[in-house]
């Protein structure tokens, strides 16, 4: 049994897969979606195998939104709601999840591209190391709202915890280990 067995696997975990699936290429891109897959198909064990055109369009979005998560999306970005479609894909949840989940994903390529700035002049490493420093308590409070308002959409159904063993033997997770992974995704970064 590996250490990692007994990780758990949440809501966060889930959207740190997609994420990291999202910006990676190669073997590694391959491993992500496995990873992805079997953690979807363990919040969503009715949807078919392409479960990664459901994140996209926001099709994860569960109809049984808590009262409490509603009063707290209205409570983070100050608007009041209208009542929900009957139709969970044409709300407003959907508009918003959708275009919250591009802007995290723009967020992840900025700090991506502060990671990057060694491999040019000093001088320059030096300005974006300032810009890095400057910016980076501001992206994490960012992230962390963006986050925390995109769990709330997804509604109810996100609020299990699973984990990788049981992800392992239920849903194919593989069974490739972070620290494994971690090489995997290294192998794949260009000479």
Sequence with gaps: MNLEDNKPIRKEEMLEAYIRYSKHRGNARVLLKQRLEAILAAFNP?????????????????KNCSEAKLNEIEAITGRKFEDESSDPYMSWRLGMFVSLLIYRLQLESIHDAYNGVYEY?????YGMTYAQNVNKEIMQLVKEKVDRLIFLLLGDKYDKTFTVSELKEKYGYPSLSDQELQQVIFDDMPD
């Design 46 to 62: 009715e949807l078919d195998k392409n479960v990664l055109k459901y994140f996209n369009l926001g099709y994860l979005i569960d």
């Design 121 to 125: 002049g000093k001088d320059f490493a």
